[in-house]
């Protein structure tokens, strides 16, 4: 009993030899409760060493005891990240900048530790395996994206993200830190501010998370297949659209939008039908207009098979990606010509 209410604490003893062994199970809801319950471990050594003068006590130190008087806090840091996350750290004018090259996946990022040196309130509840369950709020403040200059204050990340960020608590059992995850979304770059905050308290702290421009190779549309009867003599062909819908990146970026593409014809190869003469007497001539081109072909007379043309898209940014190489097939079918 030793003044203590036994729906809070249970009191066992064990006897060894002549060592006494008090254990004192605590039953807390949270941590100010667990704390208020350490705080009487003197006052119970007092009362047990006054009943039993020749017994020995020490008190163990609960870990809750970090919390106990301490307002709570918690700080932003850089941090290696891990094994397979490639971030970089500076500062600007509204706190810590977390940056990333812009990807093609959706992806989620894990930087373990960003926040460090956490205090959470006394009265923070614990979890069911004893832990403290405290909780952080990530809020947007605003973004600018696609290298824009100036920021847009809306409390969005106007859609940097593909799903909001979170920051989790790392507890064991008192949370001392707290890791970051987030999703960009694909091929977006940009810079969005944040605020976290713990929650329940008037802990908070700026983080920007900013995705770092990368040029993307182009994309290049073919219309595969066309289709013409063998020509009865030296014949012009056009190839009307035969090259459409050209973009600067897999998905419209603005970012990319003033790029220069150029259509490239880097193969052609010829599969005449046996006793047909060669398909054609020169180069396929491109005409580029805009986001297409169009194919001319220079086709000799009575030729058939088939003509395999593969192109690509190249972009003029950075590094001047190619799109992947496609193939567009040209059928010519044979036609029963009238005896000479």
């Given at each position: 009993r ?7 604490v ?13 254990l004192?199970d ?38 809750f005891r ?5 307002a ?12 397979t996350?490639?971030?970089?750290f500076?500062t ?12 093609e ?21 614990l ?9 952080w709020?990530?809020?947007?403040l ?6 824009e200059?100036?920021w847009s ?19 064991a059992?008192l949370?001392?830190s ?11 770059n940009g810079?969005a501010?944040?605020e ?21 190779p182009?994309?290049?549309r ?8 063998e ?7 056009l190839?009307?659209g035969a ?11 603005s970012?990319?939008?003033s ?16 006793g047909s ?9 491109l005409?580029q207009?805009g ?7 220079d086709?000799t007379?009575?030729?058939n098979g088939?003509v395999v043309?593969?192109?690509?898209l190249?972009d ?13 097939t040209?059928?010519?079918v044979?036609?029963?010509d009238?005896?000479?």
């Amino acid at each position: 009993r030793l003044g203590v209410s036994t729906s809070w604490v249970t009191l066992r003893t064990a006897s060894a030899s002549a060592n006494m062994h008090l254990l004192v199970d605590v039953f807390a809801i949270n941590s100010s409760q667990a704390i208020a319950y350490v705080s009487t471990t003197p006052d119970l050594v007092s009362t047990a060493e006054s009943q039993d003068p020749g017994a020995s006590y020490t008190i163990t130190a609960s870990p809750f005891r970090k919390n106990y008087g301490n307002a709570p806090r918690g700080s932003l840091r850089v941090t290696s990240g891990n094994d397979t996350l490639s971030v970089s750290f500076s500062t600007n004018e509204h706190g810590l900048v977390l940056s990333l090259a812009e990807s093609e996946t959706h992806a989620a990022q894990s930087v373990p530790n960003i926040l460090f040196d956490t205090v959470a309130p006394e009265d923070t509840p614990l979890a069911s395996d004893g832990s403290e369950d405290l909780r952080w709020d990530v809020t947007p403040l605003g973004h600018r994206l696609f290298l824009e200059s100036a920021w847009s204050w809306d409390g969005t990340d106007g859609g940097l993200m593909s799903a909001p960020p979170t920051v989790e608590a790392e507890c064991a059992p008192l949370c001392l830190s707290a890791g970051l995850v987030f999703a960009a979304k694909a091929y977006w770059n940009g810079e969005a501010l944040y605020e976290v905050r713990m929650r329940g308290t008037s802990v908070r702290v700026n983080l920007t998370l900013a995705i770092t421009s990368v040029n993307q190779p182009p994309d290049l549309r073919l219309d595969p297949y066309f289709e013409f009867s063998e020509p009865a003599g030296n014949e012009t062909v056009l190839l009307s659209g035969a090259a459409w819908g050209f973009t600067s990146a897999p998905v419209d970026i603005s970012d990319e939008s003033s790029q220069t593409l150029t259509l490239i014809l880097v193969a052609i190869s010829e599969f005449p039908v046996p006793g047909s003469p060669a398909l054609l007497r020169g180069a396929p001539v491109l005409t580029q207009m805009g986001d297409g081109a169009n194919v001319t072909l220079d086709v000799t007379a009575h030729a058939n098979g088939e003509v395999v043309l593969s192109f690509l898209l190249r972009d003029d940014g950075v590094g001047a990606l190619d799109s992947e190489t496609k193939n567009l097939t040209v059928k010519f079918v044979g036609v029963n010509d009238a005896p000479a």
